[in-house]
């Protein structure tokens, strides 16, 4: 279930981002602190971006951050920030991003469930609504343990 993976401390509102690395890194840095993944990992996805593209811009405004297992995953999480001057990340069907979820995931198959439920939320025009007026993780938890 997703909010099994999410926490308040994963959560971060309003990021202040450079650029698409900027980004990657703030939106990661609550679970890096959480000790969720290695600094490896964090490298692990802009690494991959790096060689295949901006893989993980799913739908519109919305990029999945992820990398291998390998790269660092210590624990299975759901990191959310949303960024406040969206950025582009060179998916020109999706870009600019303004909603980073960052997924560490410990195998192909623990977190299913968990990406289940945040696949019906993104679906949800709501959802990005209430994420954008959201003044703290308390709030976005609340309404995740609402679901």
């Known amino acids: 279930m ?28 609550p679970l890096v602190n959480q000790g969720k993944i290695k600094e ?21 405004h919305v990029a999945l951050a992820h990398s291998r297992p390998e790269d ?14 969206p950025i582009e990340f060179g998916n020109e069907d999706n870009d600019p991003v303004k909603y980073i979820f960052t997924l560490s995931a410990i195998d192909n198959n623990a977190h299913l469930s968990a990406l289940s439920d945040l696949a019906g939320l993104l679906e949800q025009q709501e959802f990005y609504e209430f994420l954008d007026k959201a003044k ?7 309404y995740i343990n609402a679901m």
């Not at 490298?43 to 060689?51: K, L, P, S, Y």
């Not at 660092?72 to 959310?80: D, W």
């Not at 703290?136 to 609340?142: D, G, I, K, L, P």
């Open 136 to 142: 703290s993780a308390e709030e976005v938890m609340n």
């Open 72 to 85: 660092g995953v210590i624990e299975g999480a759901i990191g959310i920030a949303t960024l406040k001057t």
């Open 40 to 60: 490896s990992y964090v490298d692990g996805i802009i690494r991959a971006v790096h060689e295949i593209g901006p893989y993980f811009v799913l739908t519109k």
């Open 2 to 29: 997703l909010k099994n993976m999410i926490s308040e401390e994963l959560i971060v509102l309003n990021v202040e981002a450079s650029d698409w690395k900027d980004a990657v890194r703030k939106a990661a840095c």
